[in-house]
């Protein structure tokens, strides 16, 4: 049985010795608990442990998932890939899009939105074809239409880098990643995972995106 309180107790503690081996507050560093195939009741756990904020990646497992769930004052971030015909389904779901990778997405949310809705844009670190994003020289017209809609609020941006055995490989996507955000003048660099978050916030990370480290092993 995964000790989720335990989990979520040396994470904290990895964080913060991560925060200080690059100069910043532990505090500056939030911790997103990825929550896809969890379990209700890990979940739960893991909030009561004084986590604020889940991640889902599909919409329809956030749909039969987050009624059973105590979500008051638990910020709901989309961090799969979202398709334009289920834009609407997000909204009703999901405090924050991370996943923004295309004009026509962005436009789309601003339109169907009724209230201000936080994004990040997901760029692409690598060549793989398997992960999303905007690649880096096709970022500014992402950027320009968030920033001339009406609804849309760009907090910042999220990366995921191809997977490397060691995490001192990633180092270079996640330098890149908070390079970009910087330039833009932007205030969030959501980076890094279960196995490389550390060096992710060594290289500036905001707001590090756990799954398998905090609730163990996906059923």
């Known amino acids: 049985m995964t000790d989720v309180a335990e ?16 100069g910043r507050s532990p505090e500056s560093i939030r911790l997103l608990g990825v929550t896809k195939r969890v379990d209700p009741d890990r979940i739960l756990e893991a909030i009561d442990c004084g986590l604020t904020e889940i991640g889902e990646n599909r919409i329809q497992e956030a749909e039969s998932k987050f009624p059973l769930l105590a979500l008051n004052g638990v910020t709901r971030h989309l961090v799969g890939h979202l398709q334009s015909n289920k834009a609407s389904r997000a909204i009703d779901l999901f405090s924050v899009i991370q996943s923004v990778d ?3 997405l962005a436009e789309r949310l601003d339109r169907i939105s009724k209230t201000r809705l936080r994004v990040l844009i997901q760029m692409k670190l690598g060549s793989e074809e398997t992960k999303s994003g905007v690649p880096e020289e096709r970022l500014q017209p ?20 191809p997977y490397c055995e060691d995490p001192q490989q990633a180092r270079p996507y996640f330098r890149q990643l908070k390079r970009k955000t910087t330039e833009l003048g932007l205030t969030e660099t959501s980076m890094g995972m279960s196995h490389d978050f550390e060096v992710a916030i060594e290289e500036g990370s905001t707001l590090v995106r756990i799954g398998t480290a905090l609730f163990g092993a996906r059923s």
């Open 7 to 22: 989990n979520y107790r040396r994470i904290r503690g990895r964080i913060g010795e991560a925060a200080t081996r690059s």
């Open 142 to 161: 992402l950027v320009d239409a968030i920033r001339a809609s009406e609804r849309l609020e760009l907090q910042g941006l999220m990366g995921i880098p």
């Open 102 to 104: 295309r004009v026509e």
